[in-house]
C-alpha cells in the first residue's frame, strides 16, 4: 500500500501520536509517514489551506511557489450569502434561508501547453468541467454539512443528462452473481465496518461477562476485588451519570454502583453499549445482505434473536 484516501479528522487518524481514544484510525500511521513508507493524498493539516483569512495572500504565494499567477483569481470585495426559501416547520410558512452549494469539478488534461515563467518550462494546462447539480445545505457560508439538519441534492433544472460512466462496458450478457471482482466501494466499507462493530462487541461481551462473574463473587463491605476494578477500566463505565443517579433515586456506592453500572450496559442509553453495538452492526449487515452468506446470514439473525431478549424492540 502506497497511498491512503483519509476520511476521518486529523485528531483521529494515528491513536498512537494523537487522540489515543480514537478507534478510527491507524496506529502508527504518522511514523509510517515520516519513514516515506506511505502516503496520504491529503495530508494532516491541509484543511488550513480553506481557512478564509489566507485568501488575501492566496496571490503572493502562489507567484512565490509555482512562479504564475492563481488560474481563479480571489473575489475583490465580500458577498452576502444566497437564501432560499426553506419550510419552517415552527413557523409552518416559507423563510429565506442562507444555503451552502458544493458543485463537483472534473479534470481532463488537456493538449495544450502553458510556460512557466520561473522555468521557463512548458506543462500541460488541465481542463476543468463543473458536473451539473450539487449539494446544498442549510447553515452560515462555510459551515460543514454534516452540521446541518437539512441537506437536499442540487438538479439541473430536469433537463435530461447523457449517461456517462467510467465502467468497463460488458460485452456479453451480465450474469449475475453473489460475489464477484467488481466490489463497489460502498459494499466493501459496509463489510469492513461489519467486522470492526463485530469486534467490538465481542470484546466488550466478553469483558462484560467476566465482570459480571467478578460482581457475582464481590464481597460488599469487606473484600475489593481489583481485577473487577480493572474491568470496569477497560469497559470505560465506571461512574453513572446524574441522569442514571436521579432514576434510581439514590447515590450508589461501592457494590450496588458497580452493578448498576455493569447492567446498564443492557440498555441503549451509552452509545458503547451492547444494543447500539449492536444496532450498528444490523444497519451494515442489512446494506450488504446479499454478499454474505447463508451461513453468516444466520449467525446475524441468531444474534438478533438474542439481543431481542434483552430489548424487545429489535424483534
Known amino acids: 500500500m502506497d497511498v491512503i484516501l483519509r476520511h476521518c479528522d486529523d485528531a483521529y487518524c494515528d491513536p498512537l501520536e494523537l487522540r489515543g481514544d480514537s478507534q478510527l484510525g491507524v496506529p502508527g500511521l504518522l511514523q509510517a509517514m515520516r519513514a ?6 491529503n495530508a494532516l493539516g491541509v484543511g488550513i489551506l480553506e481557512a478564509p483569512v489566507l485568501a488575501d495572500y492566496l496571490p503572493m504565494l502562489c507567484e512565490h511557489l509555482l512562479g504564475e499567477p492563481l488560474l481563479l483569481p480571489n473575489a ?6 444566497a437564501t432560499a426559501p426553506v419550510f419552517d ?3 409552518q410558512r416559507l423563510e429565506p434561508t442562507r444555503l451552502n452549494l458544493r458543485c463537483f ?5 488537456g493538449s495544450a501547453m502553458a510556460k512557466n515563467s520561473a522555468t521557463a518550462k512548458s506543462r500541460p494546462v488541465s481542463e476543468y468541467q463543473v458536473m451539473p447539480g450539487g449539494l446544498a445545505w442549510v447553515g452560515e457560508p462555510g459551515s460543514p454539512s454534516l452540521s446541518s439538519t437539512v441537506m ?12 456517462v460512466s467510467q465502467l468497463r462496458q460488458a460485452r456479453g450478457p451480465v450474469v449475475a452473481t453473489r460475489d464477484g471482482t467488481d466490489l463497489p466501494s460502498r459494499v466493501a466499507e459496509s463489510l469492513f465496518w461489519l467486522g470492526r462493530y463485530g ?6 461481551a466478553r469483558l462484560l461477562r467476566e465482570a459480571l462473574l467478578r460482581l457475582m463473587e464481590y464481597d460488599q463491605d469487606e473484600i475489593a476485588d481489583q481485577l473487577l476494578d480493572e474491568l ?3 469497559l470505560d463505565i465506571t461512574t453513572l451519570n446524574e441522569e442514571d443517579e436521579q432514576r434510581l433515586q439514590a447515590p450508589l456506592m461501592g457494590f450496588e454502583l458497580k452493578r448498576a ?3 446498564a450496559q443492557f440498555d441503549d442509553v451509552d452509545p458503547q453499549a451492547l444494543q447500539p453495538l449492536f444496532a450498528q452492526l444490523m444497519r451494515n449487515a442489512r446494506s450488504v445482505r446479499d454478499h454474505l452468506g447463508d451461513d453468516s446470514w444466520r449467525v446475524v439473525h441468531q444474534l438478533r434473536q438474542r439481543m431481542a431478549t434483552f430489548n424487545p424492540s429489535l424483534e
Open 105 to 109: 469539478v472534473t479534470r481532463t488534461p
Open 152 to 163: 437536499k441534492d442540487v438538479g439541473d433544472g430536469g433537463l435530461p443528462q447523457p449517461h
Open 36 to 41: 516515506g513508507g506511505v502516503a496520504l493524498s
Open 199 to 204: 469486534e467490538r462487541l465481542d470484546t466488550r
Open 261 to 263: 453500572a455493569l447492567l
Open 76 to 81: 475583490d470585495a465580500t458577498t452576502q450569502p
Open 232 to 234: 470496569l477500566l477497560a
Open 89 to 91: 416547520r415552527h413557523l
